[in-house]
């Protein structure tokens, strides 16, 4: 069944208000309401409150009929559509130290996340980068449909360790003999682990080995990995290693790597995985990079490989609280960040200085803007509206309607009597008659 003129109630609603118009004339008032809810208090009155709580989604009706000595009125019904919302609130796996949070909200329109360490979120799905043990708890979101129902659920976090990985390394005796090895011992994280060596192996430690430069990522049983990097040389010929300097800002390619050659003739030629032929290299985004050195002289290569790595984004999130009466400057903004180098610093365009509180309170209606600097410079904008009523509350006075009944005839707002046909009932009051028909006004809904 549809009905376009129904009211939206929602199982959310604990205390929802239907009211018709008291008449001293009825002694009583009988309501009716869709199996599942419940009336929690005001049957028997003109006004009662329902709990949806446990009515099952669909359409129905809110009924009442007036009872006094003259018997029982027409019923007089309201439609309403029985809505509801189903939350759900999941992370995505895994949730390790120093990796991303990422929380997983559905089944509405708009969501206000609230959880450990102070996180707040207004985002469907919030991102927390940089995650540590303070972040573990449990986080709940509340989820508000296009009916404005709402519905809360919850999600327990656990940020758990990442291993890590040393090796021990046995250069091969000679150029281009392969008795090299790699003795890979990991701890931390939760066992049992899994290894990917970039020659394939699938094993903890590896044998038969030419000088090169070998990688290998661990990941532990909660999904949390490491990737370390290993370089076997010759023991007899030239020796290769590397540095670097990673990135500052996410997305950045200021990274940088440097190589160190000994033994060997001192002749020497250079090929990096990125096509550079020089010894050092820059302009680096994140990435794996290696280097072969070639002893021009003696044909033997050393090999070495650096990770450049990047901080996570700056992200950050906004709650509005916006102004319920116009002009006043009750506004406030409460900003959470996360990710890039910490610690921050806060620069709002209307406030002077570079160095702000995070948070604003005390506004007036308007758009504040603000920069989030990190440690390392890298910067991160938001923006956010303030509103308020477009205009004061004015008060427009109604006039009043009374109506009259006597000798079946009705006097209207327009100051004229009116034959009238109805049923009535003679009612006997002190030294007086007055005719009265047993009936109900409209029937209203209130809210919650």
Request: aromatic residues 8%; proline residues 3%.
């Amino acid at each position: 069944m549809c009905d376009n003129n129904a009211n939206a109630v929602c199982t959310s609603n604990i205390s929802d208000v239907f009211s018709v118009s008291a008449d001293p004339f009825v002694t009583s008032y009988v309501w009716t309401i869709p199996s599942g809810a419940s009336i929690i208090s005001g049957q028997g009155t003109a006004t009662i409150r329902v709990n949806w709580a446990g009515a099952p989604p669909g359409y129905g009706q809110v009924c009442v009929k007036a009872l006094n000595s003259c018997g029982t009125s027409d019923t007089l019904c309201t439609p309403v559509y029985v809505k509801t919302v189903t939350s759900a609130a999941v992370v995505a796996p895994p949730v390790c130290i120093g990796g991303d949070i990422r929380l997983i909200g559905s089944g509405g329109v708009s969501y206000t996340w609230s959880g450990p360490a102070s996180f707040s979120s207004n985002l469907e799905n919030p991102v927390i980068s940089n995650a540590s043990a303070l972040n573990s708890g449990i986080y709940t979101v509340t989820v508000t449909n296009q009916n404005s129902c709402t519905a809360s659920a919850s999600v327990n976090v656990t940020v758990n360790p990442k291993p890590s990985a040393s090796a021990v390394i046995t250069n091969a005796s000679a150029c281009g003999l392969e008795n090299g090895s790699i003795d890979l011992t990991v701890t931390g994280g939760t066992s049992p682990y899994t290894y990917v060596w970039s020659n394939e192996y699938q094993i903890q430690d590896i044998f038969q080995l030419t000088s090169g430069s070998y990688l290998v990522t661990v990941t532990d049983a909660n999904g949390c990995s490491v990737t370390s990097s290993s370089t076997v040389n010759n023991a007899a010929g030239l020796s290769v290693t590397a540095s670097k300097v990673d990135v500052s800002c996410y997305s950045g390619s200021n990274g940088s790597a440097t190589s160190n050659v000994s033994a060997g003739s001192g002749s020497y030629s250079f090929q990096w995985s990125n096509g550079a032929t020089t010894q050092n290299v820059s302009g680096l985004m994140r990435g794996t990079y290696t280097i072969t050195v070639t002893d021009i002289n003696e044909g033997c290569q050393g090999m070495a490989t650096v990770i450049i790595s990047q901080p996570t984004t700056i992200t950050s999130d906004k709650a509005i609280t916006n102004i319920n009466c116009f002009g006043l400057s009750t506004g406030a903004i409460t900003v959470t960040v996360s990710g890039g180098v910490q610690p921050y610093t806060f620069n709002w365009s209307d406030v002077a200085g570079t160095n702000n509180s995070k948070d604003r309170t005390n506004i007036a209606s308007g758009t504040y803007n603000l920069t989030i600097t990190d440690q390392n410079s890298c910067t991160s904008t938001v923006s956010a509206m303030i509103t308020q009523p477009v205009s004061a509350l004015t008060l427009n006075a109604a006039k009043q309607c009374f109506v009259q009944w006597k000798h079946k005839r009705i006097y209207l707002c327009d100051s004229q009597w009116r034959d009238i046909t109805l049923s009535i009932c003679l009612v006997i009051r002190s030294d007086f008659e007055r005719y009265h028909r047993i009936g109900i006004g409209q029937l209203y809904r209130y809210g919650h």
